[in-house]
């Protein structure tokens, strides 16, 4: 026993690998210590290593068939590598041991959610809000899938729960604005994405959001400049500094002010040729596309080129870097 206290203590103070070594020695001295392996199994998760995580909940189940917390960590790890049915069918089993298990429920609904499996995901986090009221992270994840629907009301209706719940959870803010820009309010979308920066300064998620609400509302100036602020970064990831050079590029060009989108644009291209290979690709482009297509102000020229520089942005990196020959040609035909 005195090995896992240890062990509690080592995994308190983010030291994973010594709270194994306790977690193992409490299990030399008796390996039927269902504990010891569950509790094993939470460092493995907390070093990122899964697949060692799912064998020590797997030995823990093992031991106790009806250990449904074992269950439901193990369905996290599952969906950390995105066996997102093994993980459903690790949850399931959490709840048919334990049926007012209200995480099972929202966890089960999580990874419906990445599956895509929206309906079926509303009616987990629908279950877990029964079991638990006050389940803020499933009303919001509630409200992704709705959205995902089109069920625009029931999603804003689900983040206003959120943040009923939970004044201070950025995400929900970020997440209404979503909704808003699918709605086409912008000003609303603009409001909602300050108000979660206001929680969480520090988010790039959300500034890059805001700086790309600026654009879709005619903002060019704001869009421009956040862009720009958000490029002096440095811990900024290469997707969102490829959407930030979209965004300043296309607010330039939108502004009329041909020569410094032209310069920009080529520094885009030397930035983009120097990324090494794939990267995070998660920047959702189709409203800015949809904007764009629609916006009458463009010369047919620069809405092509603006879309050209999209699809881009949208490939793969080994079939962008192809493109990028195209994409020269262009900038030298339409600014040169």
């Known amino acids: 026993m005195k090995h896992v206290v240890s062990g509690i203590e080592y995994h308190k103070k ?37 697949n060692d995580a799912i064998a020590a909940y797997k030995k823990a189940i093992e031991l106790d068939p009806k ?17 997102y049915n093994k993980a459903i069918a690790a949850f399931q089993k959490a ?21 895509k499996r929206y309906n079926e995901a509303i009616a987990a986090f629908k279950k877990a809000i029964e079991l638990d009221p006050k389940d803020a992270d499933a009303y919001n994840n509630m409200g992704i899938a709705c959205r995902k629907l089109k069920k625009y009301n029931e999603a804003i209706a689900a983040y206003k729960k959120t943040i009923e719940l939970d004044p201070k959870d950025a995400y929900a803010y970020f997440n209404m604005g979503n909704v808003l820009i699918d709605l086409k309010k912008h000003n609303d979308a603009i409001a909602a994405y300050k108000k979660g920066i206001e929680i969480d300064p520090g988010s790039t998620p959300g500034k890059t959001g805001l700086a790309e609400v600026y654009f879709l509302a005619a903002h060019f100036n704001d869009a421009y400049a956040l862009a720009n602020d958000l490029l002096k970064e440095k811990d900024i990831s290469t997707q969102f500094i490829l959407a930030m050079r979209f965004v300043s590029i296309s ?43 629609g916006n009458k102000k463009l010369a047919p020229e620069q809405r092509k080129l603006l879309l050209q520089l999209v699809d881009l942005l949208e490939s793969p990196k080994e079939k962008g870097d192809k493109k990028l020959k195209q994409l020269e040609n262009a900038v030298r035909d339409i600014f040169y």
Do not use: C, H
């Not at 001295?29 to 199994?41: E, L, Q, R, S, V």
């Not at 048919?96 to 419906?112: I, N, Q, V």
């Not at 885009?268 to 920047?283: A, L, M, V």
């Open 251 to 293: 607010s330039l060009v939108f502004q009329g002010k041909s020569a410094e989108a032209a310069a920009e644009l080529k520094e885009f291209i030397k930035f983009y040729r120097s990324i090494p290979g794939e990267y995070e690709r998660t920047w959702d482009y189709s409203t800015i596309k949809e904007f764009i297509t």
């Open 67 to 83: 250990y449904t917390k074992a269950y439901n960590n193990m369905g996290i790890a599952y969906g950390r590598l995105k066996e």
């Open 95 to 115: 709840t048919e041991f334990d049926p007012k298990d209200a995480y099972a429920y929202s966890s089960m609904g999580w990874a419906l959610l990445n599956l």
């Open 14 to 50: 983010g030291k994973y690998n010594e709270a194994i070594e306790e977690y193992k020695k409490a299990i030399e001295i008796d390996p039927k210590f269902t504990d010891a392996y569950f509790n094993m199994g939470n460092a493995y998760y907390g070093l990122n290593k899964y």
